[in-house]
């Protein structure tokens, strides 16, 4: 064993004992992290919960619409927002190191990063939309629903990833309460929009699903703006120096993209794994359709070619079939929803990952790499404890929990056993998702890029096809899949952090 191994080993104490100055300083910089995230959560669960609240022609087929949309976006964003790790990772390296202009020229440069490829990529993406979302749902609602409010999420995407230059060097340099302001003032705007554009209020006409996508790009372009406004405040510019253009460097422009672009590939696989996943659990949804029209005695399986033939032509469609393809996607729905009550955990997770990843860099800035191990495994204490309680309620209190988001039992039924069974595997979900954004403080992004590329590859979207469909286990077993996925990746990361080769890495 080598002599960085063994000083990289399993923490000592029980790990079940936590330590009261690095919780202190964790939760310090965490809790303004959590709120942030938690209510940036609440500005895409709020359109899933104000939708859910349209009559029945616009709540199911809309919630499921969003679901598809925000795989999307954070397809295309997500990418983009990776930036957040290169620029935070070198920040909090150069605040550790006292080098405080080498932290400010890192923004100016990210930002560069961000408003160049944000631009483009919020034009593209709002272009391409109509032609990506069929792909993913053939259901007629879904993509009339859906389409619009894509749109506008997309054009959100340029505020969206401006804003992670900001955010990752005030958390870099341990500011982390200007995020949560601006991630507040984004949910404020997004309630009073959501509510005049959804519904119509004030003069304005509803927009139902279409509103809650504009509501939310507006609501992301303040956020952007009130980040601006702290970046702009003396103190800081005075400090730190940026907003200069004799501050970009080549080097550094490669640096942060370096760093940065592995967390945007994980991303970008951790995304299209979810939509291949929504996209098998829209086969439960076609399936029961077909087996419905077949029982009914009017078709038989080798019609249905036929039967859709049919439907398309003014007059001969029969009625009934044209109803039972208007069936609402209530897995799809169910699915929807389960994913956004885990995203509670999954914010939170991240959350304490920022934190984590803010004092890892600062330590090794500092020349103190057994440190920064300390606070790794430490925040992975506090993560199991209140993951692990979350994951009991979700156990205990399922049905409680979807009436927040859906009043429609059908949705409920489809989605209890599989949001139970996610709640026992809620505290590796914290293991996992802290030790990466850990491993994403130290620089050893490739890493996270390649585990989360492997599980995403082997284990969950063929085993979702397998368990779900193949061998006929339905929602459960598309979702044993996830359960599956959150193990290993727990896993992978534990052994990683473990190692303790990261704390060679130079930047």
Not at 107 to 127: E, F, K, P, R
């Amino acid at each position: 064993m080598t002599a960085t191994q063994h000083e990289t080993g399993p923490p000592r104490r029980p790990f079940w004992e936590l330590d009261r100055e690095l919780t202190r300083r964790l939760l310090t910089l965490a809790y303004p992290v959590v709120l942030a995230m938690l209510t940036q959560t609440a500005i895409n669960l709020l359109d899933t919960i104000m939708v859910g609240r349209l009559p029945k022609q616009y709540s199911i087929a809309g919630q499921s619409a969003i679901g598809y949309s925000l795989i999307l976006l954070w397809g295309v964003g997500g990418f983009l927002s990776s930036f957040v790790v290169g620029t935070q990772a070198i920040t909090a390296r150069r605040f550790g190191e006292g080098d405080h202009e080498g932290a400010g020229r890192t923004m100016t440069n990210s930002l560069l990063l961000t408003v160049s490829s944000a631009l483009v990529a919020a034009w593209a993406a709002h272009a391409a939309i109509g032609h990506i979302f069929p792909f993913f749902n053939s259901n007629a609602d879904v993509l009339r629903l859906g389409i619009p409010y894509a749109q506008w999420r997309m054009l959100g995407v340029f505020p969206m990833v401006v804003t992670v230059s900001f955010k990752g060097f005030f958390d870099g340099i341990g500011f982390t309460k200007a995020h949560m302001y601006a991630a507040i003032l984004m949910n404020i705007c997004n309630v009073v929009l959501n509510y005049i554009l959804i519904f119509g209020a004030l003069g304005f006409e509803p927009m139902y699903v279409e509103g809650a996508g504009l509501a939310s790009a507006i609501s992301s372009l303040l956020g952007m703006l009130l980040m601006f406004g702290f970046a702009c405040a003396p103190e800081f510019r005075r400090k730190y120096k940026y907003f200069r253009l004799s501050a970009i460097r080549r080097r550094l422009l490669w640096e942060i993209t370096r760093i940065s672009i592995p967390s945007g590939l994980a991303t970008t696989f951790v995304m299209t794994g979810f939509a291949l996943f929504l996209k098998i659990v829209g086969i439960l949804d076609e399936r029961v359709v077909t087996e419905a029209i077949t029982q009914a005695g009017f078709w038989h399986g080798g019609d249905i070619p036929l039967q859709r033939a049919l439907e398309a032509q003014p007059l001969l469609g029969d009625l009934y079939l044209s109803a039972m393809h208007a069936r609402p996607p209530i897995f799809v729905a169910a699915t929807k929803v389960i994913i956004d009550i885990l995203s509670v955990t999954f914010m939170t997770c991240i959350a304490f990952g920022t934190a984590t990843a803010t004092l890892v860099g600062q330590s090794l800035g500092a020349r103190r790499p057994d440190l920064a191990e300390r606070y790794g495994w430490e925040s992975v204490r506090i993560g199991v404890y209140l993951m692990g309680f979350m994951g009991l309620i979700a156990i205990a209190f399922p049905d409680l929990l979807f009436a927040v988001f859906s009043k429609d039992m059908e949705v409920v039924d489809a989605g209890r056993a599989s949001l139970r069974l996610m709640g026992g595997c809620e505290a590796l979900v914290g293991v996992a998702m802290i030790l990466a954004q850990a491993l994403y403080g130290a620089g050893n992004s490739a890493y996270v890029m390649k585990v989360e590329l492997f599980l995403h590859v082997t284990c969950l979207v063929p085993l979702a096809y397998v368990l779900g469909v193949v061998l006929d286990l339905g929602l459960v077993g598309i979702w044993a899949s996830a359960f599956t996925y959150i193990c290993l990746m727990a896993s992978a990361m534990i052994w990683k952090f473990w190692r303790g080769d990261w704390k060679d890495i130079r930047l």
